[in-house]
C-alpha cells in the first residue's frame, strides 16, 4: 500500500519560515496533480497549493506571494516552501498526489505547522 510521508512541520513565529516535504513510499504511476491541503481546527480541508500535470500551478489566495510549491512527478515527491508566515497559517497540513491511472487519490498522516505570534 503506498504511503505518502510528510516532513518538515513545526514551531515557528510569525514572519519565519518552514519547508515541507513529501514522499510516497512506493511509485505511484501516471501522477496528474501534486499539491497540499490544511486543516485548521473547526474548518473544512482546504487547498493551499497544486501543481497539475502539465506545468500549471495553483495557489490559495491567502498565500499567494508568499508560499511555492515544487515537485518531481516521476520521483514522487513534492514540497512547500512557506514563507513571511502568519499565524492564521497554523493547520495540520497534508501532502496529496492523484494518478490518473489507479484513479485515486493519495493523502499523507498530515504534518502539524504552528505559527506564533
Known amino acids: 500500500q503506498v504511503q505518502l510521508v510528510e516532513s518538515g512541520g513545526g514551531l515557528v513565529q510569525a514572519g519565519g519560515s518552514l519547508r515541507l516535504s513529501c514522499a510516497a513510499s512506493r511509485t505511484i504511476f501516471s501522477v496528474r496533480k501534486m499539491g497540499w491541503y490544511r486543516q485548521a481546527p473547526g474548518n473544512q480541508r482546504e487547498l493551499v497549493a497544486a501543481i497539475i500535470s502539465g506545468g500549471s500551478i495553483n495557489y490559495a489566495d491567502s498565500v499567494k506571494g508568499r508560499f511555492t510549491i515544487s515537485g518531481d512527478n516521476a520521483k514522487n515527491t513534492v514540497y512547500l516552501q512557506m514563507n513571511s508566515l502568519k499565524p492564521e497559517d497554523t493547520a495540520v497540513y497534508y501532502c496529496?498526489?492523484?494518478?490518473?491511472?489507479?484513479?485515486?487519490?493519495?493523502w499523507g498522516q498530515g504534518t502539524q505547522v504552528t505559527v506564533s505570534s
Open positions: 496529496n498526489m492523484y494518478s490518473g491511472l489507479t484513479t485515486r487519490d493519495y
